[in-house]
């Protein structure tokens, strides 16, 4: 939901999508509230994006996965209401959205309102009390790039929500994975887009400085120390500005494929899976003379490898060993590439390029189709390898894409 600064004529510098400092982000957000308002907000609240490390397309499998919460966050100025009334207005859309919350329901709302109204309920559908309330949105969390932008300005309604109303869910782990799950329903039921629930958590219960390992059978987490900087190394991201769209069919007919291989396997998840070979051998019995066969195993063999994955980097970690980290980011690559067909040529240029130019590995992240990728690398390389990326897209008469280096920070609060 940003404009990446452009590039420098003079050096052709890659281009670097800034993050706003939060006391920036909370005064354009409240200038901008008293502009459309002619008011003061009650206050200001902000969520950040996300970038996953490692676990891809496993949230909704009851996997794990490892993100981080980025320095680029959706701010949100808010006022309750004493009535039923919402009006909601975005720095980055001309559309208003003004409505009775009463008269929201799934298919109800047809726009970028959905991620911000939706929350409001779903608290309701929960048994929260939750009133009208009047809202202003600005964002440096680019738009469309796989960094949950989407869940950035969920969750930055949910603690203004439950600031405002006084739940009191904003101040521990548990009640912020109620959050999570407010903000998981306001995208699956009334966005409609069908996701699973790492962004929101990334959002809502990452740790400034660590890296959250989420495990999606039961919620669980643990916070792991995240410090590149500290290794000499550093976490490139490249918008491809190729870009991705979850409401497609794609995203939904993975979700199936999956929900259809852990039925055949008489598993409740893929999660459950341990024995590799032994599983493809059974799904190759019961689905024998199935068109989808051949492609349900392949699902299946991505999910079950990322869940290892995940482990791995988490040994790693433990172990301060990073720099081993970075061929199994490539390893992944390969198998979402390959296994769970959501990559796209931008996508795959952008890693192969990266390793080519030093990185110590990469990969694609978030749902696929578009979006982002990422490379780990020695924090010297970050230019080398953001300029041969940036020329090779230029070779390729690509658009040019941007960059970030993500580093974990803080969790959705209030500013
Ligand atoms: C999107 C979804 C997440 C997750 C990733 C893939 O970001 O919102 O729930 O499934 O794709 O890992």
């Known amino acids: 939901m940003t404009t990446p600064e452009p590039p420098d004529p003079t050096t052709g510098a890659p281009e670097m999508i800034a993050a706003w400092s939060r006391a920036d982000g909370a005064r354009r957000v409240t200038a901008a509230f008293r502009e459309r308002f002619g008011t003061a907000p009650d206050g200001v609240w902000s969520a950040p994006g996300r970038v996953n490390v490692i676990g891809e397309h496993t949230d909704y499998n009851a996997g794990l996965c490892l993100p981080i919460a980025l320095p680029h966050r959706t701010y949100v100025a808010l006022r309750t209401r004493d009535d039923d009334r919402v009006r909601l207005a975005s720095a980055q859309e001309s559309a208003v959205w003004e409505g009775d ?69 904003g101040g521990d782990d548990a009640g912020r994975a109620r959050l999570a799950s407010l903000c998981i329903r306001a995208e699956n039921e009334i966005a409609g887009a069908p996701t699973g629930g790492m962004d929101q958590a990334a959002s809502l219960r990452c740790r400034e400085g660590h890296a959250l390992l989420l495990d999606n059978r ?62 493809l ?61 959501v990559s796209v040529r931008e996508l795959d240029l952008a890693v192969d390029v990266a390793v080519a130019a030093g990185a110590l590995g990469g990969r694609m992240v978030g749902g696929g189709f578009g979006g982002s990728a990422v490379a780990l690398v020695r924090a010297g390389d970050v230019d080398r390898v953001a300029s041969a990326v940036a020329a ?21 609060g209030r500013d």
Do not use: K
Not at 243 to 263: M, V
Not at 296 to 325: G, I, W
Not at 395 to 412: I, N, Q, W
């Open 101 to 169: 919350l009463g008269g929201v329901a799934p298919g109800t709302v047809g726009s970028w309102a959905a991620y911000a109204v939706g929350v409001a309920w779903a608290a309701r559908e929960d048994g929260l009390a939750v009133r009208g309330f009047d809202a202003v949105v600005d964002s440096c969390v680019p738009y469309g790039a796989g960094l949950s932008s989407s869940a950035a300005l969920e969750c930055a309604v949910a603690v203004a929500l439950d600031d405002v109303h006084g739940l009191g869910l």
């Open 218 to 279: 039961d919620g669980s987490t643990r916070h792991i120390p995240f410090d590149l900087s500290a290794h000499g190394l550093a976490l490139l991201v490249v918008d491809t500005r190729a870009e991705h769209q979850l409401a497609d069919g794609q995203y939904g007919a993975r979700r199936r494929q999956c929900e259809i291989a852990a039925e055949a396997l008489g598993v409740p998840s893929l999660r459950e899976v341990e024995d590799l070979d032994a599983a």
């Open 281 to 341: 051998d059974r799904l190759d019995a019961v689905l024998a003379g199935d068109v989808e066969r051949e492609v349900v195993r392949r699902r299946v063999r991505h999910v079950v490898t990322d869940n290892r994955r995940v482990e791995l980097v988490e040994r790693l970690m433990d172990a301060d060993d990073v720099e081993h980290v970075g061929p199994v980011l490539t390893a992944a690559h390969a198998s979402l590439r390959d296994d769970y067909e």
């Open 392 to 412: 090779a897209f230029a070779d390729a008469r690509l658009t040019a894409p941007a960059f970030l280096v993500a580093t974990a920070e803080a969790p959705a």
